[in-house]
């Protein structure tokens, strides 16, 4: 029972190009959202989060956007950059629950 | 200086061992956590620790048991091992409530390769 969910394992963008990333959360007593980037052999570092009385949170190339009718969230990056290259996670909290994680999805930026 | 170490990085050992992680960090932080990404690739936390006090157990095997000797330290005991314990184990540590930074961030480690065999 997943509460949190990104459902595209890997995403490939040209540099320069406008990354989207995707995330479907279940639990409607979610109220603060974040997401991280984990480079190969480093754990995740927190990016950007978003609390539910907002619907976007911009921070530099980095745009958050949330959808609480939907239960959906995206992570908008522009320009791609090469060193954007990582696993993003988006994770949530809320309710009783603690930080709940999404499966991740894997972004590939070409040159 | 890194915040959230953990060793070793990589472990491989035979089912059935009994083997340890530690974590160490240097935030002057509380509260640790212990999460485990499975071979799912989701991130799940195990144990969370406040001032070396257990205050999250997600009902984990009791073939678990996590040890902190003082705040800054929170060590992870597997008992033998199985198969199914393979997966990377984070360790992690959010700021306390109050300071500046948001509490539900994680300062994680870097991990620690488990493969059992």
Redo the contacts between chains.
Sequence with gaps: D?QVKQNS?SLSVQEGRISILNCDYTNSMFD?F?W?KKYP??????LI?ISSIKDKNEDGRFTVFLNKSAKHLSLHIVPSQPGDSAVY?C?A?GGAQ??V????TRLTINP | DTA?SQTP?YLVTQMGNDKSIKCEQNLGHDTMYW?KQDS??????MF?YNNKELI?NETVPNRFSPKSPDKAHLNLHINSLELGDSAVY?C?SPPPPGTSG?Q????????TRLLVL
């Design positions: 997943q394992p603060y974040l991280y052999a480093e754990g995740p570092t927190f989060s996670f994770a909290i603690k930080l994680f999404g499966q991740g | 959230v990085k999460y799912k690739k989701f991130l799940k936390i969370s999250i984070f992690a948001i539900e961030t994680q300062y994680f480690g870097p991990g």
